[in-house]
RNA sequence: GCUGGGGUUGCCGAGUGGUAAGGCGACAGCCUGCUAAGCUGUUGGGCUUUGCCCGCGUGGGUUCAAAUCCCACCCCCAGCGCCA
């Protein structure tokens, strides 16, 4: 609550202690619904795998490696420079780019009809004829084709859409056409080209990175594999570098990622644009993975691949120097870091099941229903709460007064109340709290049977009497206002979170419905309020 | 790319030619006294609402009638192959 600064300091001047203490006052905040763990500040999050790119690319910085951008859509051409005879098998791995071409339209006789039938009037043909032939020569876009066609009509934009589609089905049926443009396979495709404009003008030693989006069209993607993934690939020009550059930045690289240890093992599969015996697998050792569950629980995983650029290669590009090429896989290193095993998870958890919300956030979603309008019918809320607590176990029949006071100008008295013989003023459940365990919402007492979910979950700080005295002075407000002379609520069995004045969300109640979860809040409860006024 | 299994309503899940079973969840009513679901009913969407239309991955087709049969396609899962 905003409060006046110069008359708390006069208040504080006169009798310091005083002041101080109503100091608590100006923080009350009534409305439970603000209260934590419903009031919650929250944050955003980063995808694990921008987060090891992020990590990746200061990492390269820091080495004194420049960012570039290379290519993405390359020419299949440069697959066939890059790797000479094993370029048919490259680029059986490649998606080639296709589009949908522009089609000749004629405008006959038949069509012309067809279009005055649903125009209702003549048109020049003409002009139509025009739009079409613009279209074809690519001076109107596909994007305003319908726009065009409408106003040399005089018709409006959804008629020309119906004309397009009923008179002119040639659009309708376009297939797409290939044409020689490849997505890039790996980072190296672009390098070449990137090279071939740099590798002549900068000075010595060059050394570039990118970690960036490469295509592959995999047969299927798996738990290892997916059609995009993201490469993190560095280049060093020199005159003299070697494989000893490869190992020198693999280590300097991948130390920055908590790897320790390096081997260095010569691949037998050699890429045609590497030199002979220098394409080498880095394996690196990470403590986090031993004893993990993961095929590298000894430590020990494959991580990146160098080489140097063979001559005959780089000579399709006139670049003559040679040049170190090293390079890993952004989601493989982000599986490591973060403990996956899946890539797909890791990248489309939205896709694989992977969605989570927290015991927290399923807390955070649960509010109070109906609350008080004024300070008075907290009070009385309160009041309810401290008598039903006090007195739960006397023996019935009893009545209990909570509150006596002014509400809206009128004496109002409120009675926490059990008629029926033979019986307590609180059932046992009275009291239960609302918690949030392992994606279950449940309302127990705090008795060594639940303790587990009282230590393990999310309190929620919400008692079955709180929610419930909530609604019962909401209601008392209602009857005071309304005029009338008496009113009382009562809660037998709880038998849900509305039975006790709480809801939560749709949403997480479907969440948790799909996880398997539930929602377990009941319990004899047996209370009753009754208010009567002037 | 091959083989096999799948895609059904908020969720799970049955349904092999006759107009979407059952469960969960939700809503309503009933019942209530020591707590881990008692009973009954309702529960896809739209509309000009005593009725009509649309809904079972998508688009076609066969049929008096299609979730079901046929054709094409998309996607998911498992395995095999491929993986510079």
């Known amino acids: 609550m905003k409060f006046d600064a110069r008359k708390f300091k006069e208040l504080a001047e006169k009798d310091f202690e005083k002041a101080w203490l109503s100091g608590k006052e100006l923080l009350k905040r009534e409305n439970p619904n603000l209260i934590y763990p419903r009031l919650g500040y929250v944050y955003g999050e980063e995808h694990p795998v921008f987060k090891t790119i992020e990590m990746l690319r200061k990492a390269y910085v820091s080495m004194g490696f420049k960012e570039v951008v290379n290519p993405i859509i390359v020419e299949d051409v ?4 890059q790797f000479g005879k094993e370029a048919l098998a490259v680029l059986d791995r490649c ?12 405008i006959s006789a038949d069509r012309v009809a067809k279009i005055k039938e649903l125009i209702g009037k003549d048109f020049d043909e003409e002009s139509l ?20 066609i409408a106003r040399v009509l005089g018709v409006d934009d959804l008629v020309a859409i119906r004309i397009l ?11 797409p056409e290939s044409s020689r443009l490849t997505l890039r396979s790996h980072m190296t495709t672009g390098w070449f080209i990137t090279l071939s404009e740099l590798a002549d003008k900068l000075p010595l030693p060059i050394k570039l990175f990118s970690v960036d989006r490469c295509f592959r069209k995999e047969q299927g993607e798996d738990a290892t594999r ?13 005159e003299d570098v070697t494989v000893d550059d490869g190992k020198a930045v693999a280590e300097a690289l991948l130390k920055q990622f908590g790897f320790e240890k390096f081997k260095f093992r010569l691949d037998e599969k050699r890429s045609k644009y590497y030199v002979p015996s220098t394409q080498t697998e880095v394996y690196a050792f ?23 650029y063979s001559p005959t290669a780089l000579a399709e590009y006139d670049i003559d120097y040679p040049v170190m090429n090293l390079g890993l896989g952004v989601e493989r290193l982000a599986m490591i870091l973060f403990g996956y095993e899946d890539i797909r998870k890791l990248v489309y958890p939205q896709f694989y099941g992977e969605v989570r919300v927290s015991d927290l956030e399923i807390a955070r979603a649960i509010k109070v229903k109906e609350v008080p309008t004024t300070e008075v019918g907290y009070e009385i809320a309160k009041k309810i709460v401290e008598v039903a607590v006090k007195n739960a176990d006397a023996k019935s029949p009893c009545s209990f007064l909570a509150f006596k006071g002014k ?5 109002v008295e409120v009675f926490v109340e059990e ?18 365990y392992n994606g279950s919402v449940y309302g127990v007492p705090r008795t060594e049977e639940f303790k587990k979910i009282f230590e393990e979950g999310v309190e929620c700080g919400i008692r079955y009497i709180d929610a419930f005295a909530f609604l019962a002075a909401k209601k008392i407000e209602e009857m005071t206002f309304k005029g009338e002379k008496s009113s009382s609520v009562r809660v037998r069995n709880v038998e849900g979170l509305s039975s006790i004045n709480l809801q939560i969300q749709d949403n997480v109640r479907r969440y948790i419905v799909w996880k398997g979860g539930k929602i377990d809040v009941r319990g004899p409860m047996f209370v009753k309020v009754r208010a009567k006024s002037e």
């Open 78 to 81: 440069h697959v066939k420079k």
């Open 95 to 106: 998606f080639y780019l296709a589009s949908l071409p522009k089609p000749n339209v004629g």
């Open 129 to 148: 004829r025009s739009v079409f032939h613009l279209y074809k020569k690519g001076k109107i876009d596909g994007d305003d084709l319908s726009y065009e």
């Open 165 to 175: 589609d009923e008179v002119f089905p040639e659009f309708r049926d376009l297939k």
């Open 226 to 238: 997916l059609y995009s993934y993201f490469s993190a690939s560095c280049v060093v020009v020199n």
């Open 286 to 308: 990470h403590p986090k993975l031993v004893g993990s569950k993961t095929k590298y629980s000894d430590g020990w995983v494959e991580i990146a691949t160098f080489g140097v």
């Open 407 to 411: 509400l809206f100008g009128k004496e």
């Open 419 to 436: 008629t029926e013989e033979d019986s307590n003023l609180c059932g046992p459940a009275f009291a239960n709290e609302i918690v949030v």
